[in-house]
């Protein structure tokens, strides 16, 4: 079974310093993975998703996240932290050749706070 | 293109109670998924429908059940309303079916039910 841990539940970082939230993931078979935001009172939006192709995966407003195998895990990076980054983070696995149907597992977030 | 839309917004009801809540996909999506979100637990899959029929369900009890109709607008519906069922009731549209594309969600902002 699939399962996705998000090693951190809050991240602060300065205006202009690197962003690491990290995400390791458990999958039988090649997983999909996803990282997705919440704003406050707002729905989820795809920052970026790996389907098995580069490994490197670029997303939207300057995010993004390198698949690495051997150590099960997807960390969401930026170089530098705008005050708009402050919101909730999921990383997201989808297990699709194992018999799940596709369900997506979310991690349990983590809440970047962007301080000025 | 008008995205995803939940009605109502918030939602107060007694234990006991039933309630539906609806969901409006974006013009031309097919897929609609429902995600139940609390402190607690996070994230988590309710059902996807796609042309009318569940093709996928989460592990919830049977008090959870929904529909989607021809013009692909949906609803879930909650019967028996328990204290734990107080979460954010969060819909997602995607054009194909997400248990075997993992196509990009649009999410709506969600309905916070309360259930005093």
């Known amino acids: 079974a699939q399962s996705v841990t998000q090693l951190d539940s809050h991240v602060s970082v300065s205006e202009g310093t690197p962003v690491l939230l990290r995400c390791n993931y458990s999958?039988?078979?090649?997983?999909?993975l996803f990282w997705y935001v919440q704003h406050p009172n707002k729905g989820l939006q795809l920052l970026l998703k790996y389907t098995s192709a580069a490994t490197l995966v670029k997303g939207i407003n300057g995010f993004e996240a390198e698949f690495k195998k051997s150590e099960t895990s997807f960390h969401l990076t930026k170089p530098s932290a705008h005050m708009s980054d402050a919101a909730e983070y999921f990383c997201v696995v989808s297990d699709r050749y194992g018999g799940s149907q596709g369900n997506l597992i979310f991690g349990k977030g983590t809440k970047l706070s962007v301080k000025p | 293109k008008a995205g995803v839309t939940q009605t109502p917004r918030y939602l107060i009801k007694t234990r006991g109670q039933q309630v539906t809540l609806s969901c409006s996909p974006i013009?031309?999506?097919?897929?609609v998924s429902w995600y139940q979100q609390t402190p607690g637990q996070g994230l988590q899959f309710l059902f996807e429908y796609f042309s009318e029929t569940q093709r996928n369900k989460g592990n919830f009890p049977g008090r959870f059940s929904g529909r989607q109709f021809s013009n692909s607008r949906s609803e879930m519906n909650v019967s028996t309303l328990e204290l734990g069922d107080s979460a954010l009731y969060l819909c997602?549209?995607?054009?194909?079916?997400?248990?075997?594309?993992?196509?990009?969600?649009?999410f709506g902002s969600g309905t916070q039910l309360s259930v005093l």
């Open positions: 999958s039988s078979y090649s997983p999909s």
């Open positions: 997602a549209s995607s054009l194909a079916f997400q248990g075997t594309t993992n196509e990009k969600l649009f």
């Open positions: 013009s031309g999506h097919r897929s």
